[in-house]
C-alpha cells in the first residue's frame, strides 16, 4: 500500500535566478519528509503513485524542453527514466488500472490556417505576424494567447517500452480525465 503522499515543493534557486520544483515525500504516520527528486535547473510536478506504490510517475522539464513523463521506483535507489517521447509537454499523467499503462493529456501542433488540420509544414512558414482567424470557441486564454495552433488529446503510454496510442483526436481540448 501507500503510505507516503508525494508532492511537488516549488522553491527559489538563487544562483540562477529562476524557480524550480522538487518531488517531496511525506509518511502519512509520522512527521518529515524526504526529497525524492534531484536535478539542476529543472521543475518536476505532477506526481502520482503506481496502485502497488511500486512506483512513481511524474513530469519534468530535466531534458531540457517540454515537460515530459518520467517514472521511479519507490526505493530511492533507481533514477527517474524517461517515458515515451512528445512533440510539446505532456499534463495530467494518471496510472491505468493494470499498472503497465499511464494515460496523459498531451499537446499536439495543429494549423490554425487549415482550421485544425494536421500538416507537415512548419510553425514558422505563417509568419510572426499573420492574422488569426478564430475558427472555434474557446480561441485565446489569457496567459496563453492564442490556442489555434494547438490541440490537447489523451494518450495511452506503456511503462517499460515508452509506446504512445493515441486515444482522442478531433478539433477539441482535453483538459482533464480520471
Same mark, same amino acid.
Given at each position: 500500500?501507500?503510505?507516503?503522499?508525494?508532492?511537488?515543493?516549488r522553491?527559489?534557486?538563487r544562483?540562477? &535566478?529562476?524557480?524550480?520544483?522538487r518531488?517531496?515525500?511525506? $509518511?502519512l504516520?509520522g =512527521?518529515?519528509?524526504?526529497?525524492? =527528486? !534531484?536535478g539542476?535547473g529543472s521543475?518536476?510536478?505532477s506526481p502520482?503513485?503506481?496502485?502497488?506504490?511500486?512506483?512513481?510517475a #511524474? +513530469?519534468?522539464? @530535466?531534458?531540457?524542453?517540454?515537460?515530459?513523463?518520467? +517514472?521511479?521506483? @519507490?526505493?530511492?535507489a533507481?533514477?527517474? %527514466?524517461?517515458?515515451?517521447? #512528445?512533440?510539446?509537454?505532456?499534463?495530467?499523467? @494518471?496510472? /491505468?488500472p493494470?499498472?503497465? !499503462?499511464?494515460v496523459? $493529456?498531451a499537446?499536439?501542433?495543429v &494549423?490554425p490556417?487549415?482550421?485544425?488540420?494536421?500538416?507537415? @509544414?512548419?510553425?514558422?512558414a505563417?509568419?510572426? /505576424?499573420?492574422p488569426?482567424?478564430?475558427? !472555434?470557441?474557446?480561441?485565446?486564454e489569457?496567459? =496563453?494567447?492564442?490556442m489555434?495552433?494547438?490541440?490537447i488529446?489523451? #494518450?495511452s503510454v506503456?511503462?517499460?517500452g515508452g509506446?504512445? %496510442?493515441?486515444?482522442? &483526436?478531433?478539433?477539441f481540448d482535453?483538459?482533464s /480525465? &480520471?
Amino acid at each position: 500500500g501507500i503510505d507516503t503522499v508525494a508532492c511537488a515543493v516549488r522553491c527559489i534557486d538563487r544562483d540562477e &535566478d529562476a524557480y524550480v520544483s522538487r518531488i517531496w515525500g511525506f $509518511a502519512l504516520v509520522g =512527521t518529515g519528509g524526504a526529497q525524492l =527528486t !534531484r536535478g539542476a535547473g529543472s521543475s518536476d510536478s505532477s506526481p502520482r503513485w503506481s496502485d502497488d506504490g511500486t512506483q512513481l510517475a #511524474f +513530469l519534468s522539464d @530535466r531534458g531540457g524542453g517540454p515537460a515530459q513523463l518520467y +517514472l521511479m521506483p @519507490r526505493d530511492e535507489a533507481g533514477e527517474a %527514466r524517461q517515458v515515451g517521447r #512528445f512533440e510539446q509537454s505532456v499534463s495530467c499523467p @494518471r496510472w /491505468h488500472p493494470d499498472g503497465q !499503462r499511464l494515460v496523459v $493529456a498531451a499537446t499536439l501542433r495543429v &494549423d490554425p490556417d487549415l482550421r485544425g488540420r494536421r500538416s507537415d @509544414r512548419p510553425a514558422a512558414a505563417r509568419g510572426p /505576424h499573420a492574422p488569426e482567424v478564430a475558427w !472555434r470557441l474557446p480561441y485565446k486564454e489569457d496567459g =496563453t494567447g492564442y490556442m489555434l495552433a494547438r490541440e490537447i488529446h489523451l #494518450f495511452s503510454v506503456d511503462t517499460e517500452g515508452g509506446e504512445q %496510442r493515441q486515444l482522442t &483526436d478531433g478539433p477539441f481540448d482535453v483538459l482533464s /480525465h &480520471d
